[in-house]
């Protein structure tokens, strides 16, 4: 009996990726949700790793390379569409500029500014007392180096 197999496709930089998986390494999979993917990649000239977080869709295929590649394609020409959709971008634009619009509506500047100078003192006062022990500890110091 062949090994069920599924392919994590994502997409970085308009490429299109897949990672081939077993069954036992994905646990228990959803065919077609898309979840969030670490992908690691190593930069030029240096030992440092980057991840990167990117969306990627489990799609399931059989040992067929054929049918995998029919997958890939009809994802690939999927998120062309969602890419080039214009019209979509701009509704989800619209939508999350309404949600910023409500988030923002806490109050007046006039509100604002009443905070604004008390956090102000605050943070002044703060600094001028751990001036004034560095100045005390310095003293301190002077004082057992001269006996």
Known sequence: MAEERYALVFWIEDKQYSVVERKDIIGEVEINKTLPVAWR??????????????????????????????????????????????????????????????????????????????????????RKEASDRSMIMAKGKGKKGSH
């Open 41 to 126: 990649t190593k930069k030029k000239g240096s030992v440092h790793v980057v991840r990167n977080w990117y969306e990627a869709t489990i799609l399931k295929f059989s040992d067929n390379e054929e049918n995998l590649q029919l997958l890939c394609c009809q994802y690939a020409e999927k998120r062309e569409a969602e890419l080039n959709n214009v019209d979509g971008r701009k509704q989800k634009r619209k939508k999350s500029a309404k949600l910023r619009e409500q988030h923002d509506d806490f109050g007046t500047e006039e509100d604002c500014e009443e905070v604004m100078p008390v956090i102000e003192k605050k943070s002044k006062t703060k």
